[in-house]
């Protein structure tokens, strides 16, 4: 199981199929927050089609109780030090609770948080 960060998913969106090819579909995870912020990013119809045909193969986790619980926490404690961001928090939040690892090109926005497996594919 890995789950994946937004930015993976948009390299994905792009045509970087590498950046996935070595799990196979049912080890792949995204959560509802993914789900919205490429539904954001879509800029026509056509977009939002492709985002939502090419993303229907991977696992979604649902953001439950206590994910946002976790999430607030951590904003509480996060957000003044390292400028997290609420979406980053709900993400971490559910790599936590699932205890998966977090696949991201941004691992500074993670790194300084303890038990959160990240997995850097640079």
């Known amino acids: 199981m890995i789950f994946l960060d937004t930015n ?3 390299e994905y969106l792009k045509g970087n199929k590498s950046i996935t090819a ?3 579909p049912n080890e792949l995870f995204i959560n509802d927050i993914v789900v919205m912020e490429l539904y954001q990013g879509a ?3 056509n977009d939002l089609r492709f985002i939502v045909n090419e993303i229907s193969n991977f696992k979604i986790l649902k953001t439950n109780d206590e994910i946002i619980k976790l999430a607030t926490q951590l ?3 996060y957000n ?3 400028n997290m ?3 980053d928090a709900i993400i971490v939040s559910t790599v936590m609770i699932y205890d ?3 696949m991201t090109l941004n ?3 993670f790194r300084y948080l303890d038990g959160v497996k990240l997995v850097d594919i640079r």
């Open 8 to 10: 993976i998913l948009i």
């Open 22 to 24: 070595q799990y196979s």
């Open 43 to 45: 800029k026509s119809k």
């Open 75 to 77: 904003l509480k404690e």
């Open 80 to 82: 003044l030090s390292h």
């Open 85 to 87: 961001k609420m979406m």
């Open 100 to 102: 998966i690892p977090l």
């Open 107 to 109: 691992l500074k926005d």
